[in-house]
């Protein structure tokens, strides 16, 4: 049983054109996130959210948008791709109280603009 | 804010050698956490071990293990008998509040360890 899942895995698409990757996470946590992974595999925090309430949005163009139906869920909308936002984006959860703050993360969603 | 250095972009170890990691991090907060993560070349991130800035001994697991110096701001992994699964991307992470909160981790650049046979 996968802990984060997120689909597509894989998602090859045209400048202009908007995407949508899904996230789901049943480990039961209150808290998950967004991150972008980039050529250099450089991993930066995008968006959290805890309980459904967004608590981290980072410098990230609007033209991003996550939203949070119910704590097992965050989805991430992307509007008029650009060739820039292709990376692999990874989603994670988390429990706020923990004893650590570990991160659980998903497979990640690599994404392709042409 | 917090920042986090791997000074290695890339490292290659013969097998069964035990490897080091450098990892530094940077930050004014009495309580933070450290971690590794190891990335192979299928993507996935694979969470390798914690360490606590209160803990008192340092965090072992298995064939890792972490080499805590906080006065020096240090927090190096070390893989004894290197294998060649081991081979992947390594990546050493904060979190501000060790505990929980929605902060996430601030990752630094990564260090790619190759394993040679």
Redesign the interface.
């Known amino acids: 049983d996968t802990a984060v899942s997120q689909t597509p895995k894989y998602l090859v698409t045209q400048m202009g054109n908007d995407k949508s990757i899904k996230c789901e996470q049943n480990l039961g946590h209150d808290?998950m996130?967004w991150?972008k992974q980039d050529s250099?595999?450089?991993?930066?925090?995008m968006f959290?959210?805890?309980n459904k309430e967004l608590?981290?949005n980072e410098t990230v163009p609007n033209r991003f948008s996550p939203k949070s139906p119910d704590k097992a869920h965050l989805n991430l909308h992307i509007n008029s791709l650009e060739l820039g936002d292709s990376a692999?984006y990874?989603c994670?959860s988390?429990?706020?109280?923990?004893?650590?703050?570990?991160?659980?993360?998903g497979?990640?969603s690599?994404l392709t603009v042409l | 804010a917090q920042k986090i250095t791997q000074t290695q972009p890339g490292m290659f170890v013969q097998e069964k050698e035990a490897v080091t990691l450098d990892c530094t991090y940077d930050t004014s907060d009495p309580s933070y956490?450290l971690?590794w993560?190891k990335?192979p070349s299928s993507?996935?991130?694979i969470?390798l071990i914690?360490q606590?800035s209160y803990d008192q001994q340092n965090a072992t697991e298995g064939r890792y293990s972490l080499n805590f110096q906080k006065a020096r701001k240090s927090a190096n992994l070390v893989i004894s008998a290197s294998q060649l699964g081991d081979s992947a991307?390594y990546?050493c992470a904060m979190?501000l509040?060790?505990?929980?909160?929605?902060?996430?981790?601030?990752?630094g650049?990564?260090t790619h360890l190759i394993i040679q046979p």
């Open positions: 808290t996130y991150y250099k595999k450089f991993l930066k925090i959290s959210y805890n608590i981290i692999v990874f994670a988390s429990q706020w109280e923990t004893n650590t703050g570990e991160l659980f993360f497979e990640g690599r | 956490g971690f993560y990335q993507g996935e991130m969470f914690y606590g991307m990546f979190t509040r060790s505990g929980g909160g929605a902060d996430g981790l601030t990752f650049k990564g």
